[in-house]
């Protein structure tokens, strides 16, 4: 899937917001480009990855992960901040008979600080329509082909809510310690649209 992200109306209203913010003497573009660079310096797919290998490994961080996102993930030193307005995180957890796959059909809402800059794909406008009204579809265009009896539920984040998904631990990994679970897990099983 491919996206136009940069000629999108959202990022065009941005681009006219910071203008008209920075003609009227209220934003420093310098300073917004440091409090930028030091946020995404932070944000990185190895952060959700941490998170997820916890959660397989310790029952009791995986019950408050999945009750309050947002109480469990200082635990391991993380957070969902850095953003102008207080953001709840949702983690979904994949199971034998659902799985979990996240959109933002409004724009490109997304766990940034979890997952790092969203991939190209998820803002394109075909896949945050066609996931919607055909996930089972869209999935397998990524590789993801689930049974038919397997239940799909997508879910729309947007500026308040954020989603992550809790993937099936991969069989066979049982004995593996949380830093080597952490690296079978990717970016694209943390949104839903593959297994892991």
Same mark, same amino acid.
């Given at each position: 899937?491919?996206?136009?992200?940069?000629?999108?109306?959202? &990022?065009?209203?941005?681009?006219?917001?910071?203008?008209?913010? +920075?003609? =009227?003497?209220?934003?420093?573009?310098?300073?917004?480009?440091?409090?930028?660079?030091?946020?995404?310096?932070?944000?990185?797919?190895?952060?959700? !990855?941490?998170?997820?290998?916890?959660?397989?490994?310790?029952? #009791? !961080?995986?019950?408050?992960? /999945?009750?309050?996102?947002?109480?469990? /993930?200082? +635990?391991? %030193?993380?957070?969902?901040?850095?953003?102008?307005?207080?953001?709840?995180?949702?983690?979904?957890?994949?199971?034998?008979?659902?799985?979990?796959?996240?959109?933002?059909?409004?724009?490109?809402?997304?766990? /940034?600080?979890?997952? #790092?800059?969203?991939?190209?794909?998820? =803002?394109?406008?075909?896949?945050?329509?066609?996931?919607?009204?055909?996930?089972?579809?869209?999935?397998?265009? !990524?590789?993801?082909?689930?049974? +038919?009896?397997?239940?799909?539920?997508?879910?729309?984040?947007?500026?308040?809510?954020?989603?992550?998904?809790?993937?099936?631990?991969?069989? %066979?990994?049982?004995?593996?310690?949380?830093?080597? /679970?952490? %690296?079978?897990?990717?970016?694209?099983?943390?949104?839903?649209?593959? &297994?892991?």
């Amino acid at each position: 899937m491919s996206d136009d992200h940069d000629d999108s109306p959202i &990022a065009a209203r941005v681009r006219e917001l910071e203008a008209l913010l +920075e003609e =009227k003497g209220l934003l420093d573009p310098r300073e917004l480009d440091q409090v930028l660079e030091a946020f995404t310096a932070n944000a990185k797919p190895a952060n959700g !990855f941490r998170v997820v290998a916890r959660a397989w490994t310790d029952p #009791g !961080f995986r019950a408050r992960l /999945l009750q309050d996102a947002n109480a469990a /993930l200082p +635990e391991l %030193g993380l957070s969902m901040g850095g953003g102008l307005q207080p953001q709840v995180l949702h983690v979904v957890e994949n199971t034998a008979d659902v799985h979990n796959v996240v959109v933002c059909t409004l724009c490109s809402c997304y766990p /940034l600080s979890l997952l #790092g800059p969203s991939p190209t794909w998820y =803002k394109s406008p075909a896949y945050r329509s066609r996931v919607v009204s055909h996930p089972r579809e869209v999935l397998a265009q !990524f590789g993801l082909v689930l049974p +038919e009896e397997t239940r799909i539920e997508v879910w729309d984040a947007n500026a308040e809510s954020r989603y992550m998904v809790l993937p099936r631990r991969p069989e %066979g990994t049982d004995g593996l310690p949380e830093d080597e /679970l952490a %690296g079978v897990v990717t970016r694209n099983g943390l949104i839903g649209t593959a &297994a892991v």
